[in-house]
């Protein structure tokens, strides 16, 4: 009919709120919610059953008493005060957490500029996630055969090792490479790091690059737009990264015992061992510790950045 | 970014380095994994390049003093018992997705519930399917205690593709055949599943991955049954011959291979999802 | 005769947000209800509740007489063709069309001859014979169209809702499509209630034409009665083609800003807010000053024209206030020249004005 300012003619769909909320919302009612979360009822007892019961277990067990090869569900707390006794013990607590902070500040250092350069110096969308890919696919090969590949990296006549000589950067072969604590540390630090640069560079690649030339335009150097515009918007990333990589060195002991010749003793390896002479309720113990650990980590990180409101 | 060519540049080095750092350990084990045998060591020198230690591996070369890896029957223990936790979590998995489709009461604790399966470490799952297991007196073994740990860590990344899947999925061809008078569950049958069953596959793939590499969970569930990464995991503390090597980069080729299957079903999935919305287009 | 659709008091709200508001309508059985409204107006919603793939907060709603509220989409008996067709990309034309009878709860067909039959007859009466075969993704935008006509109608449904059907299509698809769509209307009886935000649509496809604003009916009458009697002003704005003024009534004329306009027959004399509406082929453009005694007329300036075809519209810029439109019909006028910028008298008799208070 008219052409100046109307938009009547020939309006597509007017959902309105459903259109914005998607599936989750707006889902499509030939059934009761009720008979819907019927479905969900197996899933539910599985995890509730095979998972929930036995982290509860472990929170009980470490209450009993342990004789030598048993337990009985005796109640006391003699594992408990033996544990935090123990020399040993307490330093596997030590070690754990020391391992925990070094590896993630070393997959933060490692990981932050490659997750720079993805996120906000690549822009074609495909080769970002091409190179995504390449940082993310060693992940999802045998754990431990990537544990195992840095033993002839690392050792004396390892890869390392020889290459250094050969350009002459050293005259004699560095041991203290394999079978130590650095070691377990360069190993963590590589199987972990692509937990830190995907969801890192992921943030990032949100940033709209106009803030960047704004900023730019109004003079400020390069330094200062990194430390007010990039890297809090990339804060979201980090602590998700930071998440994801405290989950799996908490939980370690593969690599550490692999990598520093049984040296190296974690929370993990201490249960392991512990299982091992049928120690339940003290690797209970070590177990829970472990567990309270993790959540204070994760909430200590959560409080950094109220994840919710920012992804 | 882009005018800052130094930067940049450096960055792009940078990166590049830190691909090697990620490769660099798997390079050099499939480089010693040509090393010659039996004499040859996990170390440099290459005395000479040779396929000896992967025909090692099929027992196809004369007894040395290097044992055997003992795959044959570790091997077929993890794919049954992959290819099992794929099936339930699968199954499971679209299940649950399913429900979700709903907002129904509790949906949030539920969320968590599962996720929390993929969080927790292996080795407290572990150590509780351990513990339960001591005192209720059931054996630990792949197919039961082990199955049971495989899943509920393979279980939530199952669900959440499946979720992924649906959060795409047009739901108007799902109402259309409602309107047709045909039953929810049919239209299920019909039509949402031919639709979501590239997703359903890449949901597979993904767990039966996650299930063959498994290990922390395994270690403590399966009790005397060996699976693939246990038989490795026992070669650990023994002195190491190229044969590991050679089966690192053998399972290492399968492991990829199935990733690149799974990336084209994801990839297929989603494109048939999309294809309702964009029936729409003229001519 | 019972109405085949009955809606009583249907509300429903979105995170707060009320979408319907206690809306009540009636159907009659074997019509032709178009149904206009903008965005907001809540008219896809009523659809979808209508059809149960949403619940109403409140309110009922039944078909031929019973109460469906809470009986699954499946069990209504209501065929609906979406915007974006919904057709199954996985079969061909043909085993979209035959999926209803094949898999319906109640009465699906077995004979595969019977099913043949049918299908093949809906082809052929919606125009698509012969096409069976095509794969989905081989079709145009309008051949999917009456694939999606073609799979409702083949059900036998009480009733089909048309959820803004025509606005995937290009203008000339379009009419085409209305033409078919009443022709199909007509051959097998079945009741339409097709919503659409386009008023040309709206007014053209209904026997009986319900505006929907704001959640609620704001009028539900024969199409010309809407178009020449539009209940209130916010309706008349749906119409999109009516001048729409804004201001009050004092001592029975129409005042706004310097304007000063006698009002029709029957309106209030006085009224603190008032809207004053007339449509734009009841004005005449003439030179300033030739004002009759008992016509409104305002000053303004000649802005710019539009030709559609079979009229023209031309813009018109008054002191203050926004554009003003006349559109002169070229069966009745013959086109004229304006000197854009000059100043022109526009005139139209005081009864026919609309004037809301």
Not at chain 1, 144 to 151: C, D, G, N, P, Q
Not at chain 1, 155 to 181: R, Y
Request: charged share 15%.
């Amino acid at each position: 009919m008219n052409s100046l300012g109307n938009a009547n003619t020939g309006s597509i769909d007017e959902r309105g709120p459903m259109s914005e909320l998607g599936a989750a919302r707006g889902a499509p009612r030939a059934t009761t919610p009720f008979a819907a979360a019927l479905l969900a009822v197996p899933g539910i007892l599985w995890m509730v059953l095979f998972l929930l019961g036995p982290l509860l277990m472990i929170v009980y067990v470490s209450f009993w008493t342990q004789k030598t090869f048993t337990i009985e569900s005796t109640l006391t707390l003699k594992s408990w005060i033996f544990f935090f006794s123990s020399q040993t013990y307490l330093s596997a607590l030590l070690t754990t957490l020391r391992i925990w902070l070094i590896v993630l500040v070393a997959t933060f250092v490692v990981g932050y500029p490659v997750a720079l350069y993805i996120g906000l110096f690549i822009r074609n969308k495909t080769i970002q996630t091409i190179v995504l890919v390449i940082c993310v696919v060693p992940f999802w090969t045998s754990f431990l055969i990537r544990v195992l590949a840095w033993r002839p990296m690392l050792g004396t006549e390892g890869a390392v090792n020889l290459l250094l000589m050969k350009l002459g950067v050293i005259s004699a072969p560095i041991d203290v490479l394999l079978f130590t604590e650095f070691s377990v540390i360069i190993g963590m630090t590589q199987i972990y790091v692509v937990f830190m640069v995907g969801p890192i560079a992921f943030m990032l690649s949100r940033i709209d690059h106009s803030l960047i030339e704004a900023a730019r335009d109004l003079g400020a150097g390069t330094w200062r737009i990194f430390r007010t515009i990039i890297f809090p918007l990339s804060l979201p990333g980090v602590v998700t990264g930071a998440i994801f990589v405290s989950v799996m060195v908490l939980g370690e002991f593969a690599t550490s015992a692999e990598l520093s010749g049984r040296k190296v003793n974690m929370l993990g390896n201490i249960i392991v061992t512990q299982v091992g002479s049928l120690k339940w309720a003290f690797a209970a113990v070590a177990g829970v510790i472990l567990t309270v650990l993790m959540g204070l980590v994760i909430a200590g990180l959560l409080r950094v950045v109220n994840l919710r409101k920012e992804l | 970014m882009q005018n800052q060519p130094v930067l940049r540049t450096l960055l792009m080095l940078y990166t590049g380095l830190f691909i090697v750092f990620l490769y660099g350990p798997f390079v050099v084990l499939t480089i010693l994994s040509f090393q010659s045998g039996p004499e040859g060591g996990p170390q440099f020198p290459i005395i000479e390049w040779s396929t000896y230690w992967y025909r090692h591996l099929f027992g196809l070369t004369p007894p040395s003093r290097v044992a055997p890896l003992p795959i044959g029957r570790a091997l077929v223990l993890s794919l049954s018992l992959s290819f099992m936790t794929m099936v339930t979590s699968t199954v499971l998995g679209t299940m649950t997705a399913q429900a979700f489709r709903s907002r129904f009461k509790g949906s949030g604790i539920v969320f968590y519930l599962i996720v929390l399966g993929m969080m927790v470490p292996g080795v407290l799952v572990g150590l509780g399917v351990a513990l339960v297991s001591t005192q209720f007196g059931i054996p630990r073994n792949w197919w039961g205690t082990a199955f049971v740990a495989h899943v509920v860590y393979t279980f939530p990344f199952a669900f959440l593709v499946m979720l992924a899947i649906f959060n795409r999925f047009d739901r108007s061809v799902e109402e259309a055949a409602w309107s047709l008078g045909v039953s929810p569950i049919t239209t299920f049958r019909k039509v949402t599943f031919p639709l979501i069953f590239p997703g359903v596959l890449s949901a597979m793939l993904f767990a039966f991955t996650l299930s063959y590499d498994e290990f922390p969970r395994t270690l403590f569930a399966a009790g005397p049954d060996l699976t693939l990464p246990l038989a490795i995991y026992g070669t650990f503390s023994v002195e190491i011959h190229p044969n590991v090597f050679a089966f690192g980069v053998l399972t290492t080729l399968f492991s990829f291979s199935l990733l690149a299957v799974y990336g084209i079903l994801m990839m297929l999935s989603v494109r048939r999802a999309k294809q309702v919305a964009i029936q729409e287009e003229i001519r | 005769m019972t109405a085949i659709l009955d809606l009583h008091g249907i509300s429903k709200a979105y995170a707060g947000k009320p979408a319907l508001r206690g809306l009540s309508l009636s159907v009659d059985r074997g019509a032709y209800v178009s149904m206009l409204g903008s965005s907001g107006s809540g008219k896809s919603t009523l659809l979808r509740i209508i059809a149960g793939f949403e619940r109403p907060d409140a309110g009922d709603i039944r078909v031929d007489g019973r109460s469906v509220l809470g009986v699954g989409a499946h069990e209504r008996g209501i065929g609906f063709v979406f915007q974006n067709f919904a057709l199954f990309p996985h079969m061909t034309v043909f085993e979209n069309v035959a999926f209803g009878l094949r898999h319906r709860v109640r009465g699906a067909l077995r004979a595969e001859q019977e099913i043949r039959r049918r299908v093949e007859a809906m082809l052929d009466m919606v125009g698509l014979g012969g096409l069976g075969g095509r794969a989905i993704g081989q079709i145009s935008g309008g051949q999917k169209q009456r694939v999606a006509l073609a799979r409702t109608l083949v059900t036998d449904p009480a009733i089909i809702l048309l959820d803004e059907p025509l606005g995937a299509l290009d203008a000339n698809l379009r009419e085409r499509m209305m033409v078919e769509l009443r022709r199909i209307h007509r051959q097998l009886g079945i009741t339409f209630l097709h919503v659409t935000g386009n008023e040309q649509e709206a007014l053209a496809m209904g026997d009986r034409l319900t505006v929907l604003d704001n959640g609620a009916v704001a009028q539900l009458a024969e199409p010309d009665a809407v178009y020449n009697r539009p209940a209130s002003a916010r309706v008349a704005r749906f119409l999109n083609c009516y001048n729409i003024f804004e201001g009050r009534i004092e001592d029975g004329r129409f005042r706004r800003d310097g304007l000063s306009l006698p009002c029709p027959k029957g309106a209030p004399r006085r009224a603190a807010e008032a809207s004053y509406c007339v449509r734009f082929d009841r004005i005449t453009i003439a030179e300033p000053g030739s004002a009759q005694p008992d016509e409104a007329a305002i000053t303004a300036r000649f802005v710019a024209s539009e030709y559609d075809g079979p009229t023209i519209t031309y813009f018109f810029a008054p002191p203050n206030g926004k554009a003003v439109e006349v559109e002169y019909h070229l069966s009745h006028h013959r086109p004229e020249e304006f000197a854009v910028d000059r100043e022109y008298l526009l005139r139209w008799p005081a009864e026919d004005a609309l004037v809301y208070a």
